[in-house]
């Protein structure tokens, strides 16, 4: 039954206040407030304002977004992800495969293999089930888009970017640039540890030469089938996994000559493991765990 904007009087001042339940989930630690949007009805002009104010360590749930499960007019359950300073993003790997678990668990799908809207296009969703719970999601990630325009970066549009040298406040990095549905610019760095992750990961995502900002990754090469990460989010900045930024590492490593087409590499990443696959006929295939932290009502 669809609550509209479920109001309590505080017992205190008798200040009306509003509230929607929630579940809080993670992949791989990156953690977001999930919202049933077939049972509650959040208005659209204060979504930006609600993921500030529960991703909030302190005052709110702490999270790194929020992340809404939504009816669709040409899937079954429709993703919108908004970042830990409210601005929306268009796709969220580790979000996708919450989502899909969420949908399986909460019997609004039925299938094991079933599709999700997102902002950027339509994915496939795969739930790996053991006694009724979902323990781990495989998504068809769809297909990288690699064109300065796609990604986007200012520069000829048709080009792609490949290890192409880049200035950033006086020093020279090489950059791979690609497109997961959301913008991600790589980096290679002989040490994992030593990435500068927060130094210049917020330079780098808010470089005017990224119209719409951008997610930065830094990869250490272990060998042709595994990887280390780190990841500075655009809107979030550091979080302990980034799905499509792992899938856009291995896709910059297959552009590199680092990793192989078609043959699957384990990504490292803060929170976990996740294991990608960028498939001949184009696709990138990512595949790892979902997990549910608590449930509770949120007031605002
Ligand atoms: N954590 C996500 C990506 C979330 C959106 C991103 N920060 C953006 O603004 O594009 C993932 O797992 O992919």
């Known amino acids: ?77 429709k993703m919108r992800i908004f970042n830990s300073d409210g601005s929306e993003g268009k796709n969220c790997g580790n979000g996708l495969r919450c989502v899909a678990k969420y949908a399986y668990e909460h019997g609004i799908v ?29 998504v068809n990630m769809g297909k990288p888009r690699l064109s300065r325009a796609e990604i986007p970066m200012i520069g000829k549009e048709d080009d792609i970017v ?21 913008p991600h610019a790589v980096f290679y760095v002989d040490q994992i540890e030593d990435a500068p992750v927060t130094s210049l990961g917020p330079i780098v995502e808010k470089d005017e030469r990224f119209p719409e900002g951008i997610n930065v990754e830094f990869v250490e090469v272990v060998n042709d089938r595994e990887l280390h990460f780190r990841v500075w989010e655009r809107g979030s900045g550091v979080t302990q996994a980034c799905g499509t930024g792992a899938c856009a590492a291995v896709v910059a490593s297959v552009l590199n000559g680092k990793t192989k087409r078609n043959e699957e590499t384990v990504v490292h990443l803060a929170g976990g493991d996740l294991y990608i696959t960028w ?22």
């Open 1 to 77: 039954m669809m609550t509209m904007y479920s109001v309590i009087k505080d017992v205190c001042g008798g200040e009306v206040m509003r509230s929607f339940s929630f579940t809080k989930m993670h992949g791989l630690g990156n953690s977001y407030i999930y919202v049933n949007m077939f049972k509650e009805c959040l208005a659209e002009e204060e979504l930006s304002y609600i993921a500030k104010r529960v991703s909030n360590v302190h005052t709110g749930i702490g999270s790194d977004g929020l992340i809404l499960i939504c009816p669709s007019d040409v899937a079954p359950v």
């Open 279 to 300: 498939k001949e006929n184009g696709d990138v295939l990512m595949r790892g765990a979902a997990e549910t932290i608590c449930i509770g009502v949120y007031y605002y």
């Open 162 to 182: 490949v290890s192409e040298p880049i200035e950033f406040e006086g020093h020279t990095y090489y950059m791979t640039g690609v497109s997961m549905g959301n």
């Open 110 to 138: 039925q299938e094991e293999q079933f599709l999700i809207e997102t902002l950027s296009g339509l994915v496939e969703a795969r739930v790996f089930v053991e006694d009724g719970k979902v323990n781990s999601v495989e």
